[in-house]
């Protein structure tokens, strides 16, 4: 082996491009020793590490034992041409460049070389310095190949990194979604005895009203008097007593659902007097005998905004203004809004214990509370800071111990878009459909599979309409896919086996002219279905008045003609 320990070279400029100065390995393969001593040292005088070998066959078995960067074989050479050892090194996938040196110049010889896989083919006896430039162009693509390996496991590492980190990012969301999730429940907990109350105000005059009405109708059959009842309009009054406690416990229900579920995350008009108002009037029982709630807003008050985050930060805050002010009763909590310069402002102030200034910087970290054990998690502040930044708005606290706190939240005001599509403000879907009467029977399928539900639903509607129920979902579907098409279905969401959605899917896959005359009614909120159904006029939440049922049928009916 030849080898040379002066510098390399300087940079060689091949087609205008400067290469830079390389070393590698290189084996020589050459059946003259004259050429291998020759060319051999010219080699390693260029700063390369030469090895010399006599055939082929000692070149496949050095390439086993060593590795090189370039190959440099004679291409007639007895027992194995450089031809044939570059088609074994192709054969066995050895990438090793391999520069072809010949005595003369034939094109045949160098076109078959070239095919065969050759990196380059020099004529030795013409000049030295086509072999000098061929080994730098081979030890520069040498380079570049392996720079590009070295890049492709870097790109490769980092795609697996982003796809971890893209991964630890989706369940940081989630788990911020939990979060929000936790602290709502955790805000109805505390108005647990709030809410017992108010549904048990109710309660405690429908049960001795229907006992009252269950004794008229006694003494109806008896052909008798009654002496609690002497009247029909008495009966009335009695009748009327429990719808209204029927309707007040139907409203905080429809209040507390909306906690109960994820909500939608998208932003949009939200009527912000109308949401304040609402978490007030269901938190005011909680307050009562300690503090006094009053309200400053105007009803012309639409912000850009999501009305389920808005509506757990403003009782996030209310909460916390309350657990500040003593159970001696005298406090005061005023919630503002206010409107200026596109912005709307919605101030909650309170008469409390205050924080004190040590504290205050601290009060919007997450688990951080001033609060006795058991009165709250710390996650209040934090959650309603997160959930106001995704609303594009801000928070702030100013706070003076002893004198009281005031938060302020601010988000944008909604503006139309030039050519935008007019939006009606997110709220609670509350039915209210105005359509003609349509002037004659329909026939109605009623799908629900709670079966006390489904007598009501046929009371309110047969003196009307001619009306098939079915319990079960899958006989409903099987009817409307199979038999003569309704005018009108009415559909559970919820149902064991065969959900509402998945009906409605189905049954519009075979027959889609039905999808104008589907109606839902749910126990709960279904954005899939509004989403699938366009209409939230036609999505009714239970329990349904006879009156919002009877106009959703006939707008449509009315669509339908």
Not at 318 to 342: C, F, H, M, P, T
Request: aromatic letters at 4%; charged letters at 25%.
């Amino acid at each position: 082996m030849a080898s040379s320990s002066e510098p390399s070279p300087p940079s060689l400029s091949v087609s205008g491009e400067s290469l830079p100065r390389v070393a590698g390995r290189v084996l020589l393969v050459d059946d003259s020793k004259l050429v291998r001593d020759f060319v051999g040292s010219l080699i390693a005088d260029w700063g390369f590490q030469v090895e010399t070998v006599g055939s082929g066959q000692a070149a496949l078995l050095s390439l086993e034992a060593n590795p090189y960067d370039v190959i440099v074989t004679e291409v007639r050479m007895p027992e194995m041409t450089g031809l044939e050892l570059l088609t074994t090194l192709r054969m066995r996938a050895v990438g090793t460049p391999v520069i072809m040196l010949s005595s003369v110049s034939r094109t045949s010889e160098i076109l078959n070389a070239i095919h065969h896989g050759a990196f380059d083919y020099v004529v030795r006896d013409q000049a030295i310095e086509p072999l000098r430039l061929a080994l730098q162009r081979a030890m520069q693509h040498v380079h570049l190949v392996r720079e590009n390996a070295r890049l492709s496991a870097e790109t490769e590492r980092l795609f697996a990194e982003r796809s971890q980190i893209e991964s630890a990012l989706a369940r940081v969301s989630e788990n911020q979604e939990q979060l929000v999730q936790v602290e709502k429940m955790a805000s109805i907990g505390l108005l647990t005895a709030g809410i017992a109350h108010e549904i048990n105000n109710p309660l405690a005059f429908l049960l001795p009203n229907f006992e009252i009405i269950e004794g008229w109708l006694e003494c109806t059959r008896q052909g008798k008097t009654s002496e609690r009842v002497p009247t029909l309009e008495a009966l009335g009054k009695l009748v009327a007593e429990c719808r209204g406690g029927l309707d007040r416990i139907a409203r905080l229900v429809r209040q507390l659902r909306v906690f109960a579920h994820p909500g939608r995350q998208n932003l949009g008009p939200v009527d912000v007097d109308a949401l304040v108002r609402s978490v007030v009037g269901l938190v005011e029982r909680e307050l009562s005998g300690r503090a006094e709630v009053t309200v400053y807003s105007s009803q012309d008050c639409i912000a850009r905004g999501n009305e389920d985050h808005l509506r757990q930060v403003l009782l996030n805050l209310l909460i916390n203004s309350s657990q500040s002010i003593s159970a001696e009763g005298g406090g005061r909590i005023e919630v503002v809004v206010d409107q200026k310069d596109g912005e709307i402002t919605i101030r909650v102030i309170d008469n409390g214990c205050g924080i004190a200034p040590e504290n205050l910087r601290r009060v919007f970290d997450p688990f951080f509370t001033t609060k006795a054990v058991g009165f709250g998690t710390g996650l209040g502040l934090s959650i309603s800071r997160d959930l106001v930044k995704k609303m594009d708005g801000s928070i702030t606290l100013e706070s003076q111990l002893g004198r009281g706190t005031v938060v302020s939240v601010t988000v944008r005001k909604w503006r139309e878009e030039p050519n935008q599509e007019a939006v009606e403000p997110l709220r609670t879907p509350t039915p209210e459909l105005i359509a003609p009467n349509v002037g004659r029977r329909l026939s109605i399928i009623i799908i629900e599979d709670e079966t006390e539900l489904l007598a009501p639903l046929r009371r309110m509607l047969a003196a009307y309409h001619d009306i098939i129920t079915f319990s079960d979902p899958r006989d409903g579907m099987r009817c409307l896919i199979e038999r003569e098409p309704p005018d009108v279905i009415i559909c559970d969401i919820n149902m064991p086996g065969v959900g509402g959605v998945e009906l409605y899917r189905e049954v519009t896959r075979v027959r889609p002219f039905l999808a104008r005359r589907f109606m839902f009614l749910t126990g709960g909120v279904s954005e899939e279905a509004t989403a699938l159904i366009g209409d939230e006029r036609r999505i009714l939440e239970k329990p349904v008045h006879r009156e919002d049922l009877m106009a959703a049928i006939e707008a449509i009916a009315a669509a339908k003609n």
